[in-house]
């Protein structure tokens, strides 16, 4: 049972344009959301994440959108450069709160052309 | 500033063979994960640790899978009698839980098996 979903396997953007990855929850009880962007052959590595409570937070170009009530959040990467060429995880803490490990969603490969 | 690391980094392996794999995390980290990610899926969780304490095993976690956290720093997954399913990337990932904060987990760059 996918928990977390993230339905566009891949994404294509110019470079210098703005990427927008999208996932989508069943859980009404997950407190907290994360992203994690991986490069092959190498583990995740954490990006930002959003608090239930926000609706929104910005770490320089990257910047995440909670819709609680659409059970979805977006994560936005502007201005899109090639280094973000990469998979992107949305995740989810598996007991929709505790800290006992997170679940993902399949990923999203994003390709930044030039 | 050490990351999470993880040895070996690919291990081929021939079917019932037994392996061992490691994690070393962040140092000041309470909380050690243990992940399985296949080919076009997201990590899945198998294990944590709380210090040197077990709390919770996945049900992918079958009775040939044992891990252990002993001196509540590294970590190590053992696989025994290897099946061709088992080969996948094994990550390992760890924390700093802080009641009421995000458990923001910082992750290894994985151990590949592949079963042969």
Known sequence: DQQVKQNS?????QEGRISILNCDYTNSMFDYF???????AEGPTFLIS????????EDGRFTVFLNKSAKHLSLHIVPSQ????????????RAGGGADGLTFGKGTHLIIQP | DTGVSQDPRHKITKRG??????CDPISEHNRLYWYRQTLGQGPE???YFQN???????????DRFSAERPKG????LEIQRTEQGDSAMYLCASSLVIAGDIDTQYFGPGTRLTVL
Request: hydrophobic share 35%.
């Open chain 2, 52 to 62: 040197e304490a077990q709390l919770e095993k996945s049900r992918l976690l079958s």
């Open chain 1, 82 to 93: 090639p280094g973000d060429s990469a998979v992107y995880f949305c995740a989810a803490p």
């Open chain 1, 9 to 13: 396997p891949s994404l294509s953007v």
């Open chain 1, 50 to 57: 959003i608090s239930s409570i926000k609706d929104k937070n």
């Open chain 1, 34 to 40: 994360l992203w994690y962007k991986k490069y092959p």
């Open chain 2, 73 to 76: 720093s590294f970590s190590t």
């Open chain 2, 45 to 47: 969780f198998l294990t």
């Open chain 2, 17 to 22: 063979q037994n392996v061992t794999f490691r």
